[in-house]
């Protein structure tokens, strides 16, 4: 007597066989798969600073006025090509270099946030318990933290 299978059975048999198969091979060899998921050169797993050797070289003071300069002539450039009056870049330059040195001038709007934020610590500080930190001192150290943040 031959073996007759209709098309049911047959597709029946198929997915019998395949629903293992895939489940196996899933197992053997896309097991580390998932955990490979964001590796690589562009993934966040890792500190940026510490593997690109340390972030970046300080520059000296001659290099940072050459690279305002060098930037303030390429306005100046773009202004007179707009038929603008040009930028007088010497002018801007001291006026940069008086603003930006050692110590960076805050305006009033970000040191009265900063002062907002160092009371409103200081209260926290009082619930708890703790003693209240000196306000003024306070917000010159924050102040001077974001002086520092880029370097």
């Known amino acids: 007597m031959p073996l007759a299978l209709s098309n049911g059975d047959v597709i029946l048999i198929i997915v019998a066989t395949a629903i293992p198969l895939g489940i196996l091979s ?15 050169a ?16 300080p520059t ?50 970000l040191r009265a946030e900063v002062r907002d934020l160092v009371v409103a610590r200081n209260h926290r500080r009082v619930r708890r318990g703790e003693e209240p930190l000196d306000v003024d001192a306070e917000v010159e150290r924050q102040l001077a933290d974001l002086e520092n943040l880029g370097q």
Not at 29 to 36: C, E, K
Not at 42 to 57: L, N
Not at 72 to 77: C, D, G, T
């Open 60 to 109: 000296s003071p001659a290099a940072r006025e050459a690279e305002i300069r060098q930037m303030l002539e390429a306005k100046a450039y773009r202004q007179s090509a707009r038929g603008q009056e040009p930028l007088d870049v010497d002018a801007e330059l001291k006026r940069l270099l008086e603003t930006q040195g050692p110590g960076v001038h805050f305006d009033a709007g």
């Open 26 to 40: 899933f197992v053997l060899g896309a097991s580390n798969v998932f955990d490979q998921i964001g590796k690589g």
């Open 42 to 57: 562009f993934g966040m797993d890792h500190d940026p600073v510490a593997s690109s050797g340390g972030g970046a070289p």
